[in-house]
């Protein structure tokens, strides 16, 4: 994936109030999951923004409350490629995936955002957009290619995923379907539904014709 350098401040403030007050000033109020495992009770010092969550079994986990600009996010959001997220504040660096996004309902403006914190050791699931290449046999003979899902969920460590998923339908035959349990990519383990439909080649109108005609 690329890489998307992304500034950010510590927020210390938090509650429905002070996310209003940000959120005019063109600013997300956003949380940063997946950071450290502690045991609880915690006895080591939590930097601006950190709070400990209670996960299971005396365990907690560090999450970040941060502050990103509009601006600063516009070409992460909209935009169909996915990114690996830089995120710089309180002085350092830490990487991130984009996990969820809550838009206003009427305005479309983003309200929330949530981040996960990724490492080279700890698989991650990303939704990954397909991209077919080739000619399908199915649309030679007078089909149409129809892609079903145009992501799809993979689990992988965040260095080995890839921008696209790409997809050859060269052999995909005429009336056939592709589904996720035919597909394999190497490093990556696809978690979506084994007989979901990724793509198809339907029957057209000509088709049928020209299948009824050979038939006589």
């Known amino acids: 994936m690329q890489v998307f350098k992304l500034a950010a401040e510590p927020r210390t403030d938090l509650g429905k109030k002070a996310a209003k ?3 005019s000033e063109g600013k997300i109020p956003v949380v940063l999951n997946g950071g450290t ?3 609880l009770p915690y006895n080591g010092t939590l930097n601006a923004g950190e709070k400990l969550v209670e996960i299971e079994n005396g365990k907690g986990m560090i999450t970040t409350d941060l502050t990103v600009t509009n601006e600063g996010v516009r070409k992460l959001v909209y935009t169909p490629d996915i990114f690996a997220v830089e995120l710089d504040y309180n002085g350092t660096k830490k990487m991130a995936v984009l ?3 809550q838009f206003h309902p009427v305005k479309d403006t983003i309200l929330h955002m949530d981040f996960l914190e990724v490492n080279d050791t700890k698989p991650v699931v990303v939704e990954v957009p397909v991209k077919l290449e080739g000619h399908a046999e199915g649309v030679k003979a007078g089909g149409k290619l129809s892609l079903a899902m145009k992501k799809l969920k993979v689990r992988a460590i965040y260095t080995q995923i890839p921008e696209r998923l790409v997809i050859n339908v060269d052999n995909l035959g005429l009336g056939k379907t592709l589904q996720v349990g035919e597909l394999s990519f190497e ?4 978690v ?3 007989n979901a439909v990724v793509c198809a080649v339907q029957l057209t109108r000509a088709a049928r014709g020209a299948q009824a005609n050979a038939g006589k």
């Open 37 to 39: 495992i502690v045991d």
């Open 187 to 190: 490093g990556l383990e696809l």
């Open 99 to 101: 996990k969820e996004i």
């Open 21 to 23: 007050t940000l959120r």
């Open 192 to 194: 979506n539904a084994k």
